[in-house]
Every structure is written in C-alpha cells, then in structure tokens.
C-alpha cells in the first residue's frame, strides 16, 4: 500500500513540475520561484501534503544538490579557473563585501548568532549561475563585452564555494576552531589537488573515465561523483564541493558528453531539491518575514548592481556596459536555496526567509538585467537637461513674426 502511495504521489508530483516548467518557458520566466511554491502547496501547513514521497523526495533533493555542482563543475577547465583567479580576483572579493555583509547583518540584527550571519551571508553573496545564463541568452548578450566580465564573476563565486561550503558544514556541525580549521585545510589542500591534477594530467583523468558507450559513460561519472561527494560529507567537506571537484577533473570531449547526458537528470532531481526545500518551508512562516526579505532583496540589488559596474569598468568598459553587468547579477537562485538547504536544520528560521528571498529576486533578476541601463540612462539624461529659462529676445520676436504671419 505504502508503494503505490509513493508512485501516485511521485508521479503526479512530477507531472506537476513538468507542467509548471512549462508554464513557467512560456511567459518568460524561471521555473525556480515556480518550484518553490509547489513545494511550499504540498508541504506541512500546505494545501496537499505529501507523506509517503518525503523520503524518496529527501534523497532525491541531495542527488539535485550533488548534480547541480557537478555540472557546474564540467563548465569550467582548471585552466579557465586559475585564469579567472588571478584576474578576477579583486572583483571577487568586492563581490564578496558588497553582497556578503548584508546578509551577515541582517541575520545579527535579527539575533541569529554567528553560524546564522554565515548562512545568510552566502545566500545574499551568491548570483544564480543558471538564470543568468539563461536571461543572456534570451537577451542576446553572448557576445557583449560585458558578458566576461559577469561570467569571471560567477566563475569566482564558483569557486569561493569549495572554501566557503565546508566552513560552513563545519560551524553548523557544532566543530570548534581547531575542528573547523582542519577541515578548512582539507578543503584547501583537496581544491589545490584537484586543481593541479587537472592541469597536469586532465587527459589523462579524463581518459581513464572516457567511453564510447554512453551508458556506461553516464554509470561511471555519475557512480564516481556520488561515491567523491559521499566521501567528501564523510570528512565533513561538504558534497556540493566534491561534486564540483569532480566536474573540474573532466574535460574535453568526456566533459561534454557527460554533461549532455546528466543534463536531464540535473534537471529532474533539481526541481525535486527546489521542491523538497519549499515542502520543509511552513507557508505560515512567510509572512512574517516578508518585510526583511524586501529590505535584502533592495539593498542587494543595488549591491550587485555595484559589483558589476566595478568589474566591467577595472574591463574597460563603458558605462552602460557596466550597467547591464550590473543588472544581470542580482538574480539570486539555486545556490541561495542549496545554501539555506544546510542550514535549516540548525536555524530553521533561514528557511522561510531565504525562500521569500529567492522568489523575490529571482523575479526581479530578469527584470534588472533587461531595464537597469535604460532607466539609469533615462534618468541621468533628465539630470543633465539644463532648467528652462525665460525665452530670449530673438525667441520673441520668432513667436510673434509666427503668430501674426510675417
């Protein structure tokens, strides 16, 4: 009985996101902010609660978490990564400032502690990698100058994340200095491998993985990045980074195929993890936090919209390039949630704010990167119009000779 409960409930769950995906394509708009409130209708306090797929959901949303990194991972050469490190790296860390300190304020003024000022500081720092890349291309802005310059900033991001994730596993674990030190350093020491693995012996990593059969080259890469992230949680890593150093590892034509291939499913079981989050969201816990999710979600547009100016102009680039990097930054998304995903176990109150959040900004996002430069054009062209004075004399004499007809 349990079973058939559990397949009526998966499949019309499924069937569900399938139509909201769809849905969602049509009127221009991420499917993210869609998912979230499906999760948030099935959920406890929601319209349909869902009892015997939260298990299955569980799981599922992990394998989400594990394969968005993943393929994150195989965007990106090691090579690209250290390039974007040494010239990218001052934009990162006004990236860093500009979008981490509000979040980390918030969350003390609120009087979440330490470990909550860590957790919503990287859920207001982190732009969504997978809308903009999407509003881009809707927009035509592939072959913008400023385009990369927005994408060194999220390869920075990217990769702040393997420094940044297993500190934070580590302080919400209860790990006390010397703990969390040591874990930062394998974190470090385990990146810097990777990293010099890649570029000294990719071809030969990637060769070792590589098969002309797709299926078993789906088995292979998908068997070892759950076995890396598996063993990385073990050590208290954090699987998201072992997932991600998995994906660096691979390049070439294995990087590609693997990534044709596992496409689809990053896809499935990440809409389960954006539903899996909204299901443990109390829909009643929203409201209350509205008014602080509208305070962040403003001052960290206006904060993106910073990061973006600076680094398009240490580029180069004009000023109403820096504008659309700008307004291209500030959806946030996936990372925002995988964040608060971590850390709702030890501050459940993150949840629903940072669900508020996301659904605010991942609205707003498209909308600022389609319209920050116009209106900032508009309005400093109104600012630069000189007042209007009273008429001149040759202007008169001109109306009068009009009005009489001479």
């Known amino acids: 009985m349990h079973t058939t409960a559990l397949l009526i409930e998966l499949g019309a769950v499924i069937l569900a996101l399938g139509i909201i995906g769809r849905l969602a394509g049509r009127i221009g708009l991420s499917p993210i902010p869609l ?33 968005l990194l993943l393929l994150l991972g195989l965007e990106y050469s090691a090579s690209e990564l250290v390039t974007s490190l ?88 209860g790990v006390g200095l010397a703990g969390g030190s040591v874990t930062l350093l394998i974190s470090l020491g385990t990146v810097g491998l990777v990293l010099y693995a890649a570029l000294r012996h990719g071809r030969v990593i990637s060769k070792a993985v590589s098969s002309d059969n797709p299926e078993m080259l789906l088995l292979v890469v998908l068997g070892l990045t759950v076995l890396v992230a598996g063993l990385a949680q073990q050590l208290q890593v954090s699987a998201a980074v072992g997932a991600f150093l998995v994906g660096i590892a691979l390049s070439g034509e294995v990087a590609e195929g693997a990534h044709k291939l596992l496409a689809p499913l990053r896809d499935l079981f990440a809409a389960v993890f954006f539903v899996f989050f909204g299901l443990s969201t109390v829909p009643s816990d929203i ?53 608060a ?32 430069e116009p209106l900032f054009m508009r309005l400093q062209g109104r600012r630069k119009q000189p007042p209007a004075g009273p008429p001149s004399l040759e202007e008169m004499i001109a109306a009068e000779s009009s009005a009489t007809g001479r």
């Open 86 to 173: 040494k010239t990218q790296y001052p934009s990162g860390i006004v990236d860093f400032v500009l979008n981490a300190t509000p979040g980390a304020v918030a969350a003390l003024v609120l009087g979440w502690g330490p470990v909550g000022a860590v957790a919503l500081a990287g859920v207001t720092w982190i732009s969504s990698s997978g809308v903009i890349a999407k509003v881009m291309t809707d927009l035509g802005r592939l072959g913008n100058r400023e385009t990369p310059v927005v994408l060194g900033v999220l390869v920075m991001e990217d990769l702040a994340m393997a420094v940044y994730l297993p500190l934070l596993t580590a302080m919400l674990a």
């Open 341 to 372: 995903g971590l850390a709702v176990a030890t501050e459940p109150r993150i949840g629903p704010l940072a669900t508020a959040y996301v659904l605010i900004l991942v609205i707003v996002g498209p909308l600022a990167a389609r319209w920050t």
């Open 35 to 67: 998912y979230l409130l499906a999760g948030l209708a099935f959920g406890h306090g929601g319209l349909i609660p869902l009892d015997a797929s939260e298990e299955f959901t569980a799981v599922g949303a992990e394998i989400g978490v594990i394969l």
């Open 287 to 339: 409201p209350p936090v509205l008014v602080p999710a509208l305070i962040l979600a403003l001052v960290t547009t206006f904060t993106k919209i910073g990061t973006g100016w600076y680094a398009a102009r240490r580029a180069g680039i004009g000023p109403k390039g820096r504008l659309r990097a700008g307004g291209t930054l500030v959806a946030r998304g996936e990372f925002s949630i995988v964040i």
